[in-house]
């Protein structure tokens, strides 16, 4: 988890600061190119990395303190299981970054990098909306929810338990 919040800051600092600055993309060529695919890519890896292990940690703590007594959800040999699977699912939703981003150099020798969704791997259909709608319900509404929920039962859990040495209303 480490990693992928480390990555997010490190590529979507400069990205923003070059556009906010200069409004343009600052390398060209086949760097800039490949600059261009790879940036928002990592960015949305990262980002969608930091989210699952958000709610694995969640699910782990809910196990802990739900049911205490049984053995963890989230055992250390399924751990690298689920590390891997991380960014394997957050590689393959963030892979069309890598298809619809693209440098575009103009005259002047300015380069631009646009995200262009009328490419040949997706055609003329409306697939950036549906791509954003699937990608805000399932990355940040439904792990959202699923946050508030599993640390409300927990928050509900602490509360209601009856700590040792604490007198109850029926013994006073």
């Given at each position: 988890m480490a990693s992928s919040d480390l990555l997010y800051p490190i590529f979507l600092?400069?990205?923003?600061?070059?556009?906010?600055?200069?409004?343009?993309?600052?390398?060209?060529?086949?760097?800039?190119?490949?600059?261009?695919?790879?940036?928002?890519?990592?960015?949305?890896?990262?980002?969608?990395?930091?989210?699952?292990?958000?709610?694995?940690i969640a699910v782990d703590r809910f196990g802990a303190v739900v049911f205490p007594l049984r053995s963890p959800l989230i055992t250390s040999k399924l751990c690298p299981f689920f590390i891997l699977a991380t960014w394997i699912v957050a590689a393959a939703v963030s892979s069309p970054d890598l298809?619809?981003?693209?440098?575009?150099?103009?005259?002047?020798g300015t380069c631009r990098c646009v995200e262009n969704w009328k490419t040949e791997a997706f055609g003329e259909s409306s697939s950036f909306a549906r791509f954003s709608l699937a990608y805000y319900i399932l990355f940040i509404y439904i792990p959202v929810l699923l946050l508030v929920i599993l640390y409300s039962i927990i928050v509900i859990k602490l509360k209601?338990?009856?700590?040792?040495?604490?007198?109850s209303a029926n013994s006073q």
């Open positions: 600092m400069p990205w923003n600061l070059s556009f906010l600055h200069t409004n343009t993309f600052l390398i060209g060529g086949q760097l800039g190119q490949a600059l261009c695919k790879l940036v928002p890519f990592i960015i949305s890896v990262s980002f969608v990395v930091s989210t699952q292990n958000l709610i694995l298809f619809t981003y693209e440098l575009v150099e103009y005259p002047e209601t338990q009856v700590h040792p040495g604490e007198q």
